[in-house]
Structure formats: structure tokens, C-alpha cells
């Protein structure tokens, strides 16, 4: 694979500073909305695109055969013993046949790193290896609520030592956030980098969809218990696509 900004920024800057964050029950409460609105049955193959060290894998095991993507190999040394099969590969070109899953996921704004003709390609891999009728779920930041408040800061000690500092800053124009990120390990050391992450209105996904070859089902969100969905609106802190692939 041909280096990427991503390779840097989702490595140790990324989960050394949101690790303790990512709790078993949080993953288990996030892998509950997964389940439900992707309707999933045993038996079913099933894609977790840019699964990182396989907290959503290991939550879902036993409800469906799971196949774990990352462009991570750090990431999935962590992932073995998810319960998944674990591949290496890029969002933009994946590694599987036409149809090989019944469906596929991405949670926390993984698929859209790139600029939208990139994105589309992403969005368009997922769904060309769904099987007909099979459904894609989408999570990322809602830009309802961003572009409300496009400016954030946050600081906070790590449990074993260290700091981490983030600075965000949306642009409703573009439905990009750039978010700088600043962690210092108890040594001393520092390591930093910025993500480009595109977030997508409710307007844009209902063109976005199709230019995809899927059919987008609806619009929601976590709720504030983080273990069902409910109706978006400006005050989500995130937002949920779910579609599925045109027959």
C-alpha cells in the first residue's frame, strides 16, 4: 500500500490517547446498535471496515462470521483473538470478491478520510462487496451539531501518566473537521499529527447513496445511553447511515 496520512495519525498517537476511553462496555453498547440496525443473523458474513484492535469484533463474537479490515498492521496484531478474520488492506481497494458479505460496518468517521472522490471510492467498495439486499451502517460526528459550534478544545490527563490536547475546527462549507491532537507520554516524548475527517450532512447522503449503487434506509443517531438509536437532530453527537445494496 502506498503511505498515507492516516498511517501516522491512527497509530500510537491515536490509541494511546483514547484507549482507556474505549471501555468493553461502551464497545459492547456500540456493537448492540450495530447488531440491531444491521439486523444481523448467525451465519451471516459480515465486514468491519477499519476495525483498528478489534474492540467492535470482540463485542459481536458469536453473532455473525466477522472479517476484520485494516490498513494497520500494528492494529491488527492487537485484534488477534477478536474473533474475526483479519485482513490487511485499504478502504479505496478492497481485498474481496464482488458480494462476499451480507453486510459490512464503519464506526467513528473511519471510511471518509479523503476528499469526496475518494470517499465515494471507499463508499463504493463497501457496497460492491455486499451481496443484493445486503446493509451498510455508516457512523461519524454529526455536522448538524458542528456547524452550530465549529470550534472545540479539549485537555485531559491519561490514567497512566501524560497529556493529551485536541483542537477542532469544522468548516460547514466543505463538511470537513480538522482536529490537531498533541499527546506527551510521562517521558517526555511528543507525538502529534492532524485528521482530516469528512462528515456528511442527511442532504448530501441521500445523494451520496446512489452515486454508490446502494439505497439509503434512513438517518439516526446513538441516544444519550449509547444502547439504541433514535431521531437525529442538531444537538446528536453523531449521526448513522444505514443503506443497502441495490439489486
Known sequence: MNPDWTD?????????SVADLLTPALSAAEAEVIAALLELRPGERVLDLACGHGRHA?????RARLVGLDRSAAYLKKARGAGASLVRGDLRRLPFREGA??????????????DDRANLAALGEAARVLRPGGRLLVHHANPL?????PEARAE????????VEETSRFDPRTGVDASERRLTRPDGTVLAGTAHLRYYSPAEWSAL??????RLLGITCTSRARHRTERLDADAPDLIALAEKVA
Not at 491512527?10 to 494511546?16: E, N, S
Not at 451539531?145 to 459550534?149: M, V
Request: glycine share 14%.
Open 8 to 16: 501516522a495519525y491512527y497509530g500510537d498517537l491515536y490509541l494511546d
Open 58 to 62: 470482540r463485542a459481536l463474537a458469536g
Open 101 to 114: 458479505f451480507d453486510a459490512a460496518f464503519s464506526w467513528y468517521a473511519s471510511l471518509f478520510m479523503w
Open 145 to 149: 451539531r458542528l456547524a452550530g459550534d
Open 156 to 163: 485531559r490527563a491519561l490514567p497512566g501518566g501524560g497529556r
Open 209 to 214: 447513496a446512489p452515486r454508490a449503487g446502494l
